[in-house]
């Protein structure tokens, strides 16, 4: 019997493959052709992807499809929005259902190497943390000895946890959910002195509360959970594309060129600032796009800055520090190789 | 009175007395409560048990859902009493109902909502001409998922085209369901006919295809139509997510219908057969004129059943992204904007849900009574 599954297994896995190699060579095309990015999102997460009352999609992994539709077509509003479920997003890349998928998804060996789909880089540096109420006055993980955590269930959330705990020799008293509101209702009704998710989770859940003042993010991070866009192994060109486009909206914040002075910048005599816009050199015809690729994603989007800012930053309801997200020149780790 | 002769012997004749009423003791609300709620003590206590938990509960309903809810405003800070916030829902009214259906052309839902107002509608007025009401129901088996499919969908006739993957909330609710009801019942009929076939090879089909429908979850399903199928196409072939779901509803609905069906067929005592042969009639005169009528009658509790489960079921497109009533309402409330609104965006799908399932279940018990000739034991 398992012989038999895992000869069905190893079938299925052949075939994801061979349908995603099938599918080289050409997105970068059919997407010109047909003047439309189709993108695979969350079926609702605040700050990542999530439809307003129009119908409308706004967060931070909707917005680097809209930057790619902006850089490969010239305008931001062409793009389609797929949304996915957890369990379908990849298929849903494999069988060509959708150009790009970003959606919230962690990058990880396993995902990297067998499922014939390629990491364009990461978006958001997220990682397990914990949030406390305030009045408990904890300032560091290492205090939480024999607390009651609130816990997804079924997660990987649960299984970092566990580590985490064994690993500082700490006991701990899970009190296990089957989804995250659930969580956050348990931690808001006292079932539970600690709460553990993605950070980023922990600060929407934070800006639901009744007072949101009244909890705090513990400055540990317990794993990591680098979240970016994903594209289809095999296909190159469409690979270099998003990829650049992600490592222009670093370059632009980095070089201080933002959707406000994108007009004056144009004129700027800094050569690193001309190849970007593409005043200077070929930089876009070198991924097949047009001299002016980079601009329209900084007009029409922003830079990296702005995009995060906007949708989970400081300026947002949800309130995320840049922390890790910021850029290496300022104690973060986004880095972005040179536009040369 | 009007008997009372007024002749001269009016004197002698028999004048009954107006009878008494009965004493207060023994009718109207006092006597009821005697008899329904306290005949014993252990009914008096259940009843003390019973009211308690109502004045426990429906105060605080009364309070959170209605008077100390708001209803006016745009944003959170319209919001802030205790009470329900009436005013997330109605701001994102239009995508409960629409989902991501352009704006500029939900003229073509409200059509669609107002064709089915008109085909079912009449259908609960007794006093409408039966006639007419036949023919809407005519209408709304047949020609109204073909108008309705070409509206939505467009790309004929100069109406732009909209995409399935823009159609959502209550819209796609209705439009899965209705065709999962009207296309399930003929094909759930066929199936139970095929099943009691003397010819081995339809019966066989029929069996193999209800078991094998009925033997899977729906979730199960809508999962393969959603995840597997793209993967076994050829390349390019990527037919529609919602015409996936929708097959998928539909061959496992004509499943458990035709199961529903054959316990009425079975049901039809064989003098009825006799009966319809000894006519002369053949086998699909006997069954559209004799074998049919009676046993949908007899079953519509079970093909209504089906029906009001079907509805619910179709909430289960949410694993595939697909965003029904429900999906609009868990997506929407997870907007930081809004704060705490997941409570009123449950109760108002879990509201529209009920209007429909109810008005499925009267409109099942109407026809249960119109159609009583007397067959019930």
């Not at chain 1, 997460?45 to 539709?69: E, H």
């Not at chain 1, 931001?76 to 929005?81: C, E, H, I, L």
């Not at chain 2, 907007?335 to 997941?342: L, M, S, Y």
């Amino acid at each position: 019997m398992t012989r038999f599954v895992s000869a069905v297994a190893a079938g299925l896995a052949t075939l994801v493959v061979g349908a995603a190699g099938a599918q080289a060579a050409e997105t970068l095309d059919t997407v010109k052709e047909r003047g439309e990015v189709s993108c695979g999102v969350t079926t609702g997460l605040a700050g990542f992807s999530m439809p307003d009352q129009s119908g409308t999609w706004s967060g931070i992994d909707v917005d680097f499809c809209r930057a790619v539709a902006a850089a490969v077509l010239g305008d931001a509003s062409k793009v389609r929005f797929v949304p996915l479920t957890a369990k379908e997003r990849f298929t849903a890349l494999q069988s060509g259902e959708i150009d790009i998928l970003s959606r919230v998804t962690t990058w990880t060996f396993t995902r990297d190497t067998s499922l014939g789909l390629n990491f364009v880089g990461t978006t958001f540096y997220d990682g397990q943390g914990f949030m406390v109420n305030k009045d408990l006055g904890v300032s560091s993980a290492k205090d939480l000895d024999g607390a009651s955590i609130c816990v997804g269930a079924g997660t990987t959330t649960e299984l970092n946890l566990a580590d985490y705990f064994r690993i500082q020799g700490m006991d701990y008293n899970p009190v296990v959910f089957a989804a995250i509101s659930e969580t956050a209702q348990g931690f808001e009704s006292g079932r539970c002195d600690v709460l553990t998710s993605d950070q980023s989770q922990l600060y929407a859940i934070r800006s639901k509360l009744e007072d949101p003042s009244s909890a705090v993010v513990l400055p540990e991070v317990i794993s990591k959970e680098p979240l970016g866009p994903v594209v289809r192994q095999g296909d190159d060109a469409w690979f270099n594309v998003v990829k650049w486009v992600l490592f222009a909206q670093l370059n632009a914040e980095e070089l201080g060129v933002t959707s406000d002075n994108i007009e004056e910048m144009t004129g700027s005599d800094n050569p690193s600032i001309k190849r970007l816009v593409g005043t200077d050199g070929d930089m876009g015809e070198k991924l097949g796009l047009s001299a002016d690729w980079a601009a329209n994603i900084i007009a029409q989007v922003g830079n990296y800055g702005e995009m995060f800012e906007r949708n989970v930053g400081m300026d947002s309801p949800l309130e995320i520090a840049r922390g890790l997200n910021a850029l290496w020149s300022e104690g973060g780790i986004q880095y972005a190789p040179p536009v040369r | 009175m009007a008997q009372t002769p007024t002749t001269g012997a009016a004197a002698e004749t028999f004048r009954p007395i107006a009878p008494r009423p009965p004493p207060s003791s023994a009718v109207g609300p006092l006597r009821w409560a005697r008899d329904n709620l306290f005949s014993s003590p252990l009914n008096v206590i259940l009843t003390l048990i019973g009211l308690y938990l109502v004045w426990l509960i429906v105060p605080g309903v009364i309070d959170w859902a209605i008077l100390s809810a708001d209803f006016t405003g745009s944003t959170r800070d319209d919001c802030p009493s205790d009470g329900a916030c009436w005013v997330f829902i109605l701001q994102r009214l239009d995508f409960f109902i629409y989902g991501f259906y352009p704006d500029a052309e939900r003229w073509r839902v409200d059509v669609m909502f107002l064709m089915l107002a008109a085909v079912l509608v009449p259908q609960f007025i007794p006093g409408f001409p039966a006639r007419g009401r036949t023919w809407l129901g005519i209408f709304g088996l047949t020609l109204y998922p073909v108008i309705t499919g070409v509206l939505l969908l467009g790309g004929l006739f100069g109406l732009p085209f909209i995409e399935t993957g823009k159609w959502g909330g209550l819209m796609l609710t209705l439009v899965l369901s209705y065709v999962g009801i009207v296309a399930a019942l003929p094909i759930g009929i066929l199936l139970a006919l095929g099943r009691r076939s003397s010819m081995p090879v339809i019966r066989t089909i029929c069996v193999i295809f209800i078991e094998l429908w009925r033997g899977v979850p729906l979730i199960s399903v809508l999962f393969m139509a959603s995840v597997m199928l793209p993967l076994f196409l050829p390349e390019g072939v990527n037919f529609d997510k919602l015409l996936r779901a929708l097959i998928g509803i539909v061959m496992f609905q004509s499943a458990y219908m035709a199961e529903v069906i054959r316990g009425g067929l079975q049901g039809i005592p064989k003098g009825q057969y006799e009966a319809a042969s000894a006519l002369g009639l053949g086998y699909w005169r006997s069954t559209a004129l004799i074998i049919l009528p009676q046993a949908l009658k007899m079953v519509i509790p079970g093909i209504v059943n089906t029906f009001i489960a079907l509805f619910k079921d179709t909430t289960l497109v949410l694993i595939i992204g697909l965003f029904d009533i429900l999906g609009t309402v868990q997506a929407a409330i997870v907007d930081p904007a809004w704060g705490r609104v997941a409570v009123e965006g449950y109760v108002f799908a879990a509201f529209c849900f009920w209007v429909f399932c109810f008005g499925m279940s009267r409109y099942s018990q109407g026809l249960e009574k119109k159609l009583h000739t007397g067959h019930k034991r």
